[in-house]
């Protein structure tokens, strides 16, 4: 995937809802226990909006965060693009409303919906802009409110999932040593939708019809896809750049379960302490958890710059993917 130009991440940033949800309140919703949660997921407690807040005012606040980190104003940002499967409204895109809370010119600016997937997909789209050379600066978020489209009923699902945003400015280098965005892979197979979907509220059974407007799961299927296609994807990428396993300086995967997490790392014989995981206390936020986990890892030291990260996800559609990235 060469260019014209090198692709870097320039700033990154997150932001998280305050308010918490703890396995012991999950406790009282739904027959489960706090041991079992956090046995088969590794989650204690997941972040979720309150009442009045939606995925813009996450998205606008992880991308704030983001442009401070790249040391950049608004007016420097070239196209601007939000990953969720949870927008505030149907119509109009998250982004747009990103793009005027933060005062950016009139740029282009538009939604991307392809799950857990979502944020990588964004990125690979960011970083063919920018290595083609028709935009300096491109800000991705990935922001999900999935407490709104979670069954509080449902004990199989309701104790993984969680809100929250995260953010990357892409920007072009002209540094001759920057590596930035090595390589990057997407992938999809619609022949598994109903495993993971929501049935309700879009053009074919509209909100108010009868028919759920909340997650649907077939969580042991979708836990087997998951760990086989992120350990092949980073297996692709490997092969893409001819690039070791030993290189790889952080694999960051999608934060959907610890046991999925543990697995991929396992199965890629890739030692535990060099994966970072962020989901015993945010849980799964879908497209914001990628950006979220490098933020966390940034500001808590363990990330340097120049650091090679292995950035792979999954979500359903199902969608996978991955990225290469020299931070
Ligand atoms: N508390 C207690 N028991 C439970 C709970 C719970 N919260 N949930 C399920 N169980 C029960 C089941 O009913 C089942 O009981 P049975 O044996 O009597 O039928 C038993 O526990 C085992 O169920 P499994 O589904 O096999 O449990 P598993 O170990 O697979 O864990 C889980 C379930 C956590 C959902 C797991 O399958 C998982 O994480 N799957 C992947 C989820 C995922 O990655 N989703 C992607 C989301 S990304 C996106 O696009 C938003």
Known sequence: MNGLYKAVIRGV??????????????????ETSDDWIQTRTGIVERRIARPEEATSDFAYLAARAAL?????EPADIDLLIVA??????????????????????????????ATCAGFLSALQVAEQY??????????VVGADTLSRFTDYTDRATCILFADGAGAFVVSRSDDPAARGIVASALHSDGTY????????GGSRTPYGEGVKAKIVMDGRKIFKLAVNVMATTVQELLNQTGCHLDEIDWLIPHQANQRIIDAIAESLNFPAEKVISTIQNIGNNSSATIPIAV??????????????LMLVAFGGGLVWGGAMVEY
Do not use: W
């Not at 401070?68 to 950049?72: E, P, T």
């Not at 939708?193 to 309700?200: A, D, E, S, T, V």
């Open 193 to 200: 939708f109903h495993n993971l979907y929501i049935p309700g």
């Open 130 to 139: 920018v290595k083609a050379g028709v935009h300096r600066h491109v800000l």
């Open 295 to 308: 933020d966390t890892a940034i500001r808590d030291g363990r990330i340097q710059r120049g650091d090679l």
């Open 68 to 72: 401070d980190d790249a040391q950049l």
């Open 13 to 30: 940033g997150s932001y998280l809802p305050e308010t918490r949800l703890t396995n012991v309140e999950i406790e009282q919703m739904v």
């Open 84 to 113: 969720t499967e949870t927008p505030d409204y149907i119509l109009p895109p998250v982004a747009c409303q990103v793009q005027a809370r933060l005062g950016c010119r009139n740029i282009g600016a538009f939604d991307l919906h």
